[in-house]
């Protein structure tokens, strides 16, 4: 996508577009400042070992910007309410009333369905804080090496209370930034979670940095340029699917008589498929935790194989790869529907030259985004485990976040750009080039 700098900065002497990237902002800025806000009557301080060498709940971190090691009150970030997503999501396509819903009722059906995706959340956010709060009493995280921290009847009921509050805080700032049209809230949310990371990363890079890993560093910034490059031609690349419509007549008027085409993209289902994967990621861990120190021999003994289990990198890789594979098939099913698209070609007059409408159109589509989707979810578990490659190959732990990270970063922005290219072209702004 070339970028026209001169075009991104006239939007700011745009008054509306200039008053919506301000809110954006703002609302970015109340996500950062609650990222730092402890639950009551715990010192952030003594968590930094519990998360150490936990690739999961390292990566988890970082998508909440840091608020999970702080233990703060937006410590699960909106991993509950992509949690909920999911299951609607899979509701959907399982129950046919809320199929029908969401099909024949239109903005109707979608908006009951957003409200029983929020509040979904609630309980999934209380029984992911819950299960958070007692690995991290029983120091869960780092093996039962960790610190040992307690939490009171009490105080476990009001952190509960305040973590499950700072879910739905942050899933309402996502929808009123998603309102603003400069991007989507959730995703932006995430985006500057792992930016703020940055500084502390790049810290601990220098401070840890010597000459014979100069060489190494300089390979991972190549990498990453290149990765940055494939994540963008990915993100772009689609396959055009021409579609000719034919003439008709209505009254005195003609229409039709015109070819355009169907565009279909590479990556249809952009970074969800990494979200959902670790969504899933996470609760095996979680739950197999609660049966490690139960006195029956046996269910504590296949709970600590979970944890270990996951806890192999070798392991941890290939079962990421396959979920981000497997998601991104499974949101391109739920976002692209052939037979729908080929009706609905049909009903306008249109067809696809050489294809019958119809049966024969459904099943070239079905071919087409069989195909290019494989390219996409190959890709995007490949980006998703490069940084277990790199550690693997370099030895250098600092760079374990990197490939999730920059996929979504890159996406994000890339999402967004266009966006507000859609904003400042509906406007007509007469400064443009």
Do not use: C
């Amino acid at each position: 996508m070339a970028l026209n700098w001169k075009r991104y900065l006239a939007m700011f002497r745009v008054p509306e577009l200039r008053k919506k990237i301000l809110i954006v902002l703002g609302l970015l800025v109340v996500f950062r400042i609650a990222a730092v806000i402890p639950v009551p009557g715990i010192d952030p301080t003594s968590l930094h070992n519990l998360f150490a060498g936990n690739q999961l709940f390292g990566l988890l971190d970082v998508f909440s910007g840091g608020g999970l090691s702080n233990l703060s009150i937006v410590m699960l970030g909106v991993g509950p309410y992509i949690t909920a997503s999911i299951v609607m999501q899979l509701m959907t396509m399982i129950v046919p009333r809320l199929e029908e819903m969401q099909k024949e009722e239109g903005e109707a059906g979608r908006r009951k369905i957003n409200q029983w995706t929020r509040l979904l959340t609630v309980p999934l956010a209380a029984l992911q804080a819950f299960a958070f709060l007692n690995l991290i009493q029983r120091g869960g995280l780092s093996g039962g090496t960790g610190p040992e921290i307690t939490f009171s009847f009490w105080q476990l009921v009001v952190t509960i209370i305040s973590v499950t509050a700072g879910t739905i805080f942050l899933m309402w700032l996502g929808e009123l930034i998603t309102e603003q049209n400069i991007g989507n809230g959730i995703s932006l949310i995430i985006f500057v979670g792992i930016i703020a990371r940055l500084p502390s990363v790049t810290a601990q890079i220098l401070s840890t940095l010597t000459s014979d890993q100069l060489l190494t560093y300089g390979a991972f910034l190549v990498i990453s340029v290149v990765v940055v490059a494939g994540v963008v031609i990915i993100t772009e690349g689609q396959r055009s699917i021409p579609v000719s419509y034919a003439k008709r007549v209505r009254g005195n008027r003609m229409f039709g008589g015109v070819s355009t085409h169907l565009p279909l993209r590479v990556n249809q289902a952009g970074v969800i498929p990494i979200i959902f994967a670790l969504s899933i990621m996470l609760f095996p861990g979680v739950i197999a935790n609660f049966f490690v120190g139960v006195s029956n021999a046996v269910v504590s003994s296949v709970a600590q194989r979970i944890v270990n289990a996951f806890q192999n990198q070798l392991f941890y890789g290939a079962m990421y790869f396959v979920l981000v594979v497997v998601f991104t098939y499974f949101y391109t099913a739920v976002t692209f529907d052939p037979k729908n698209v080929a009706e609905n070609i049909q009903k306008q007059g249109g067809f696809i030259p050489g294809i019958r409408p119809g049966r024969q159109t459904t099943m070239f589509l079905k071919y087409v985004i069989n195909r290019i989707t494989l390219t996409g979810a190959i890709f995007l578990g490949f980006i998703a485990v490069l940084p277990l490659l790199l550690q693997a190959f370099t030895g250098l732990t600092t760079l374990t976040i990197g490939g999730t990270a920059l996929l979504i970063v890159v996406s994000v922005v890339v999402e967004t750009l266009k966006q507000i290219e859609s904003q400042l072209t509906m406007r007509e702004y007469e400064g443009f080039s």
